[in-house]
Nanobody
């Protein structure tokens, strides 16, 4: 199983970014996927999740209404569209999947929201 995160960067408050997570090594379309983030000195936080078909999504209260998780099962990729970014969204973001009881994480991509 391999998860490769990309798309992070420096953005001004109020801006947008789209993160991608390219998956391989498992049957992507059969698995629930999540995005997590971790800011310095803080615990890791699950921010969004999506069902295997993409029909069901869930968000943490801190990002609800601003972030959108989606997936393309033909491309084995999950996305996190982030809008109205705030300085408190600054963190390393990574995707996650649990396959046959084992947790797998992407390497993470840094998102910095600053003027």
């Amino acid at each position: 199983v391999q998860l490769v995160d990309s798309g992070g960067g420096l953005v001004q408050p109020g801006g947008s970014l789209r993160l991608s997570c390219a998956a391989s090594g498992f049957t992507f379309s059969g698995y629930f996927m999540s995005w997590y983030r971790q800011a310095p000195g803080k615990a890791r936080e699950q921010v969004a999740s999506i069902s295997s078909s993409g029909s069901n999504t869930d968000y943490s209260d801190s990002v609800k209404g601003r972030f959108t998780i989606s997936r393309d099962n033909a491309r084995n990729t999950v996305y996190l569209q982030m809008a109205m970014l705030k300085p408190e969204d600054t963190a390393v973001y990574c995707c996650h999947v649990r396959v046959r009881g084992t947790h797998y994480w992407g390497q993470g991509t840094q998102v910095t929201v600053s003027s």
